[in-house]
């Protein structure tokens, strides 16, 4: 399973982003899966954003986001989608997107529960 991120860049406090998440390799079987951001800012540890079981759609959110954000998944693309609205400066960080093969009611917030994941994508968020 490879997974690539892409649609970070740089975005005025207050505006929005959507981050993207192809997923493909020739043993990845979506409906198995549940697919997570992370972020991490430089200094901090890497935390949890937001995860999707692909299989129903059931979603969770980070505080941080939560209210702002929108998680979701394209079926036909093998694509998981992030969007991020009323950013501020906290939300600078590199995000990242991973897979998990199996999707665990009231958890899915640590990294070691992610197999795979992606290259990261730098968002940065100025005034």
């Known amino acids: 399973v490879q997974l690539q991120a892409s649609g970070g860049g740089l975005v005025q406090a207050g505006g929005s982003l959507r981050l993207s998440c192809e997923a493909f390799?020739?043993?990845?079987?979506?409906?198995?899966?549940?697919m997570g951001w992370f972020r991490q800012a430089p200094g901090k540890e890497r935390e949890f954003v937001a995860v999707?079981?692909?299989?129903?759609?059931?979603?969770n959110y980070a505080d941080s986001v939560k209210g702002r954000s929108t998680i979701s998944r394209d079926n036909a693309a093998l694509t998981v989608l992030l969007q991020l609205n009323n950013l501020t400066h906290e939300d600078t960080a590199v995000y990242y997107c991973?897979?998990?093969?199996?999707?665990?009611?009231?958890?899915?917030?640590?990294?070691?529960?992610?197999?795979?994941w992606g290259q990261g994508t730098q968002v940065t968020v100025y005034s």
């Open positions: 999707i079981k692909w299989s129903d759609g059931t979603t």
């Open positions: 390799g020739r043993t990845f079987n979506r409906y198995r899966y549940a």
């Open positions: 991973a897979a998990a093969t199996a999707f665990i009611p009231g958890s899915m917030r640590r990294p070691s529960e992610y197999a795979y």
